[in-house]
């Protein structure tokens, strides 16, 4: 399953045992709708391209505001959010408004306080948030109406250590993160563990691709440098007359011929006795230089 439905799944089937939380989520979803008018009065309308969260809400006014006229319906936007989207229409007056900050964002401060704040962002978390694909990337927003509403929840977020930035974009203020250790908070905060979890997997496959992949590329530089110098080294060894060699120089220069892909560490194992790795570098850098000064009279 894909983890943004594994997520939205998991959020949309938890339901607090406590009253009180199931009404600050309720808030949260509230919250999150944007106010209309029409032929009957004052409306709620909220939206989102899941039918999920929409229906969790239902669920929650049939408990909370039985009697509040609502319509559920679908239909294709345009914009900066395009595509199919369901709609929740609920009628609602002045006060409740009031009682939900729509006027006063300060009235929030209830819904955040440490007993339902995760509950009160469960809400608007699931009509407003948007989490990435943790395969290609890690991130983490949440949408606000306003700049007083997101930076009263990043306070309450902040003061749970669980850091967001935020950022204007359009008419929206908007809370994100790009870490996936602060996303793991967010998620268990919220009380989605499953999720968590779920992106812990992929946080460690993916730590476990890339260092396998620096691993490989680390060794195949160290290769492609070996062999280069191997080669430049048995150019150079090659038109040395080795009878005129050191024991020393001729042993390294006849195991550096016939092992050309060897390390400076197994070269200096094959030789008796064996010799360090920084040995056998001044070795072969003194052939070297034997080589060129053979070349130098030779011409």
């Avoid at 967001?164 to 870490?179: I, P």
């Avoid at 967010?186 to 989605?192: D, P, V």
Wanted: proline share 4%.
């Amino acid at each position: 399953m894909d983890f943004r439905a594994l997520l939205q799944d998991e959020l949309c089937a938890l339901f607090p045992s406590e009253r009180e939380r199931r009404r600050a989520e309720f808030a949260g979803l509230l919250r999150s709708g944007v106010i209309r008018k029409g032929e009957e009065g004052l409306f709620l309308r909220l939206s989102h391209p899941s039918l999920a969260p929409l229906k969790k809400c239902l669920v929650l006014k049939r408990e909370f505001s039985p009697l509040a006229p609502y319509e559920l319906g679908r239909s294709k936007e345009r914009g900066i959010h395009s595509g199919l989207f369901y709609h929740l229409e609920i009628g609602v007056s002045e006060a409740v408004l009031a009682d939900f900050g729509f006027y006063d964002v300060s009235v929030l401060a209830d819904f955040l306080k440490e007993e339902v704040a995760a509950d009160f962002i469960r809400g608007v978390f699931e009509l407003r948030g948007y989490v990435g694909d943790p395969l290609r990337s890690y991130q983490l927003e949440v949408r606000f109406s306003s700049k007083a509403w997101a930076l009263l929840v990043q306070e309450t977020l902040k003061a749970q250590g669980i850091p967001f930035r935020c950022r204007q974009v359009k008419s929206e203020w908007h809370l994100y993160t790009k870490n996936a250790e602060v996303i793991g908070l967010f998620l268990g905060y919220l009380g989605a563990f499953r999720s968590r979890l779920e992106l812990e997997r992929f946080r460690v496959e993916k730590e476990t691709v890339n260092d396998l992949t620096r691993w490989v590329n680390y060794t195949t530089s160290n290769l492609e440098r070996t062999i280069q110098s191997s080669l430049r080294q048995r150019e150079k060894i090659r038109n040395l007359p080795l009878e005129l060699l050191s024991p020393k120089l001729r042993e390294i220069a006849l195991l550096r011929i016939r092992y050309p892909y060897a390390s400076l560490r197994e070269l200096g194992s094959y030789c008796s006795p064996p010799i360090s790795k920084g040995e056998v570098y001044r070795r072969l850098k003194a052939l070297e230089k034997e080589a060129e000064r053979f070349q130098e009279k030779s011409t």
